[in-house]
């Protein structure tokens, strides 16, 4: 199997956040940052956990730094395959997060292709909340998410909402849906 170029994985990726994320209203912050062209998207095609974390770090501060980007995603397509190695990276990334002082500025989401809630089992169509076609690590401005939470209305239901919807659906087509994001 050949692997994708870097553009293919953004333009899989924006497919996915436009009939996923936005088309599912799983963020229903996300629709004006995504139509106003607001999100950055970066492939990291890096293995080492180490040059990894470097790029986290430097969106970080490239963030800090340009207001015009409301929120960033990190796309790691190599490396990250597994599950638990995700969940590791995303662990030392919240840590690299705080040590570089930018806790309550910014904050991260984490989306993976074998993403599973803790204490469900993996077929269940709600753990699709949460699936991309590669692994993700979102940068959000808190701030930003703090507005956007006082803007809706029973904010906190968001989540349970998702997941009702999710399992609604049906894990054949949220399934469905996932892999014809892959196939751009």
């Given at each position: 199997m050949v692997n994708p170029s870097e553009q293919t994985i953004v333009d899989q990726c924006r497919l996915w956040v436009a009939k996923v994320i936005v088309g599912m209203n799983f963020c229903p912050f996300a629709?004006?940052?995504?139509?106003?062209?607001?999100?950055?998207?970066?492939?990291?095609?890096?293995?080492?956990?180490?040059?990894?974390?470097?790029?986290?770090s430097d969106e970080l501060n490239r963030l800090y730094g340009d207001n015009s980007v409301e929120t960033s995603?990190?796309?790691?397509?190599?490396?990250?395959?597994?599950?638990?190695?995700?969940?590791?990276?995303?662990?030392?990334?919240d840590e690299l997060l705080i040590e570089e002082g930018f806790e309550g500025i910014f904050q991260l989401a984490t989306f993976h292709p074998d993403y599973c809630f803790d204490g469900e089992v993996y077929d269940d169509?709600?753990?699709?909340?949460?699936?991309?076609?590669?692994?993700?690590?979102?940068?959000?401005?808190?701030?930003s998410v703090e507005k956007a939470l006082e803007s809706v209305a029973n904010s906190d239901k968001i989540p349970n909402r998702n997941i009702e919807f999710a399992r609604a659906k049906g894990l054949v087509e949220m399934k469905a849906l996932l892999a014809d994001c892959k196939r751009t």
């Open positions: 629709k004006p940052v995504v139509e106003s062209d607001a999100v950055s998207y970066s492939v990291i095609n890096e293995r080492s956990l180490e040059h990894c974390l470097q790029a986290l995603l990190l796309i790691y397509p190599v490396g990250f395959e597994a599950f638990d190695d995700y969940l590791e990276l995303a662990g030392i990334a169509a709600a753990n699709y909340t949460n699936r991309s076609p590669y692994p993700i690590l979102h940068i959000l401005r808190e701030a």
